[in-house]
């Protein structure tokens, strides 16, 4: 719907001749000389305006940005000048899949490992949690035991936290995992994701004198077996003694047993 601006003399609005484009649906740009109504257009004109001030994704929740100068259309991102603009090229939060999540690139590591030559024990799981890959630090999941278990059975001289993950090279301990470049459950990395090959070639060059999994799954997936127990294993890898703990995960406090890390803490201070 189209007309002409003809002013409104009641109002004190002069006429200026310009070119107005109605939306039908849009009750409130209906003409009328109704002085109450047309205040009522004015806020609802003022109320339509501050609900572009900001779209929010609903399929995540968040608000989003866009790119200055980019052509307008129709898009659920909107610029600072309150114009509606493409926002495909760019999206400050971009959803990816969870076994990718947080993942810098595909062939770089999201925590560096923690080895040095002449560790007492490098501990090792399978990949960092959604958490830990969120914190960029080793077991830092909710529940998760690993660091007041290195306290409790005398490894470390205070609990620390999982950010503060580089010191643990100061009491002869490494940490690594067996997949680096991915995040998320065993389930969501698969198979394909572990590098037991890579393990083997940074145990080998930093010669720790333990190897110690921290769970069935980390172990199998490293030595190749079907089946692992508890304890010391008789088999080395890359030159290292192995053992295999119970996980520290919150998820696996069923199997938690914390007789097993102090039999490796004796191991580890000989």
């Not at 009328?32 to 305006?49: K, W």
């Not at 560096?112 to 958490?131: M, N, Y």
């Not at 909710?142 to 009491?171: C, D, H, I, Q």
Request: proline fraction near 8%; charge should be positive.
């Amino acid at each position: 719907m189209a007309g002409v601006d003809q002013g409104d003399p009641e109002l004190g609005h002069p006429k200026t001749n310009r070119l107005i484009v109605r939306d039908p649906h849009r009750w409130w740009q209906r003409p009328c000389s109704c002085r109450a109504q047309q205040s009522i257009r004015d806020a609802a004109e003022r109320f339509a305006g501050y609900l572009n001030l900001i779209r929010v994704d609903v399929f995540q929740q968040r608000p989003r940005l866009a790119v200055e100068n980019e052509p307008c259309g129709r898009n659920r991102t909107l610029c600072a000048c309150n114009r509606v603009h493409r926002g495909s090229q760019f999206d400050p939060y971009p959803t990816v899949p969870s076994s990718k999540r947080s993942t810098p690139g595909m062939t770089d590591p999201i925590v560096e490992d923690v080895i040095e030559p002449g560790l007492a024990v490098v501990f090792c799981g399978t990949a960092l949690g959604a958490e830990s890959a969120r914190r960029r630090a080793y077991y830092a999941g909710p529940g998760n035991k690993f660091w007041p278990t290195l306290v409790a059975v005398g490894l470390t001289p205070r609990r620390l936290a999982p950010e503060e993950y580089p010191l643990v090279l100061r009491w002869g301990i490494g940490l690594t995992d067996l997949c680096k470049t991915r995040s998320g459950s065993d389930a969501e990395i698969g198979l394909g994701g572990f590098d037991p090959e890579g393990l083997r070639a940074r145990i080998e060059a930093a010669a720790p004198r333990w190897l110690a999994f921290t769970s069935k799954h980390a172990a199998k997936n490293a030595l190749g077996w079907s089946a692992v127990d508890y304890g010391v294993q008789e088999e080395r890898f890359g030159g290292a003694s192995v053992f295999v703990l119970p996980s520290p995960s919150g998820a696996a406090s069923g199997y938690w047993d914390i007789g097993r890390w102090r039999e490796l803490a004796d191991l580890a201070r000989r």
